[in-house]
């Protein structure tokens, strides 16, 4: 009977220790000037951790913001659940603001759809290698429109990455596919258009900080941003 319990105790290890192999862990946060989202002003400078887990294509992200030059911007918390199979990916995100919600009191744990502050989006993409395609709907949450109707407000995106110089650059555009007050639209609409580079900063031998510089502009809103940044990533 021990011989039989040893056994399962070393398989048991093994099959623990060769799934341990296989978990990616990611932690970090983003300093920024300016919090643009989709060509959409958030706030001022902020802090942006992230903190995530993944194991073969399955991840689990938690990313935030809050603001350092001015404690009025809206608080984010947000979650996001994907899975990546080849360049395809799909997941669900449940972003969360302390503030301009249905919920005056910005209580994190109240998710009745006609009270929050959480917002659900699904997302579907695909990424080609030379580009990349994602499609993004809310489908729950604080997303109406003005008429009190859900709006499914959906979000459209293409990124190419390029290389110039020793410079790695990404263009993206982005469109809202309908009436979104989300947005600030009343029907289809670029919204984002940007250009953003970034650059490896060497620090020492074994550590480098990554800075980045993006121009973004909004053509809705008639708005453009100018933003600085950089990665602290262990």
Not at 21 to 34: M, N, Y
Not at 55 to 64: F, I, N, Q, V
Not at 104 to 117: E, I, L, M, Q, V
Request: net charge negative; hydrophobic share 40%; charged share 15%.
């Amino acid at each position: 009977m021990k011989k039989v319990v040893l056994l399962a105790m070393m398989i048991a290890t093994g099959v623990c220790a060769k799934a341990q192999e296989g978990i990616e862990t990611a932690i970090g946060a983003d300093v920024v000037s300016q919090y643009i989202w989709r060509g959409q002003n958030l706030g001022n400078v902020a802090l942006q951790p992230t903190l995530g887990i993944s194991y073969k294509g399955l991840s689990l992200t938690a990313w935030g913001s809050v603001g350092l030059s001015n404690a009025a911007d809206t608080k984010e918390y947000d979650w996001t659940l994907s899975y990546t199979l080849g360049g395809l990916n799909i997941g669900i995100t449940d972003y969360w603001f302390n503030q301009g919600g249905l919920d005056p009191d910005g209580r994190y744990f109240k998710y009745d759809a006609h009270g929050t502050n959480h917002v659900f989006e699904g997302i579907i993409g695909y990424d080609f290698g030379f580009a990349s395609l994602q499609w993004f709907t809310n489908f729950s949450g604080n997303d109406y429109k003005e008429d009190g109707e859900r709006a499914y407000s959906s979000y459209i995106e293409a990124v190419v990455p390029f290389k110039l110089s020793t410079i790695e650059w990404t263009a993206t555009a982005g469109a809202v596919l309908n009436e979104s007050v989300q947005y600030g639209t009343s029907g289809f609409a670029f919204t984002n258009l940007a250009l953003k580079a970034t650059k490896d900063i060497k620090i020492s031998d074994t550590f480098s900080i990554p800075v980045f510089a993006q121009v973004v502009a909004n053509p809705c809103s008639q708005m453009s941003y100018l933003v600085l940044g950089f990665t602290l990533q262990p």
